[in-house]
């Protein structure tokens, strides 16, 4: 390959990944249905919207592009903490398998590269649950599947109260992480009462081990199904 083809192809990948950057940031703070293609190529310094349309054909493909480039990162992580556990004979514990789902997130989060994913995903995730479900495809999200069927198995409540626990659990942990995010961008966490304490993650994972393991109030329990 020429020197020249090879600059070409450099050229056109940071391209790419500058709009990429810029739309991130934007989805993160904005949501995706309130940015435009123009606000996109302004932010990545690009001249006029063709430059999306060339690099990614369309402002869906750019999205689908983006959710998998992070979901891949996230479960290579989450993969290679499965596989340390597995190889001990699998999960102990509720804890060890949310520190398989969360702490890769916070290592994201920790990033500048990427600086508002986890939003981004979870604004889209509230807007276009499609869309982000199409996007994984199944593929790319396989460790987390496998860390919510390790807890459906190790949770002892009735199955009703497990599959909304766990549904009510994503929603609190992707709202508290995205916040978190928001703090580290804002390069505010050391000095903030709430996510400057030297617990703040630790005291993060109880309350999302509450979320799924507290028993159930008499409430609770006398509106479940009989039998």
Known sequence: MSSRRRTTRASS??????????????????????????????????????????????????????????????????????????????????REVLLVLVMPVIELGDDERWHGYIRFTTNLQASDPKALRDALNGRWNASYVACFNYLKTMLRLPAPIVEQRLSIFAIYANAILSAHEAAVESRNTKSSRLWGQPFTIENILDTLEATLTCPLSEGTSSKLPAG
Do not use: C, W
Not at 34 to 42: C, F, H, P, S, Y
């Open 13 to 94: 990948e940071e391209t790419r990944n500058q709009i990429k950057a810029a739309a991130q940031m934007l989805f993160a703070r904005h949501g995706v249905d309130a940015v435009t293609v123009q606000q996109i190529v302004d932010a990545g310094g690009q001249r006029n919207n063709a430059a999306l349309h060339y690099h990614f054909g369309s402002k869906e493909e750019l999205i689908r592009q983006m959710v998998v480039d992070g979901a891949t990162v996230l479960d290579g992580r989450r993969r290679e903490m499965l596989d340390e556990i597995e190889a001990r004979g699998g999960p102990k514990s509720i």
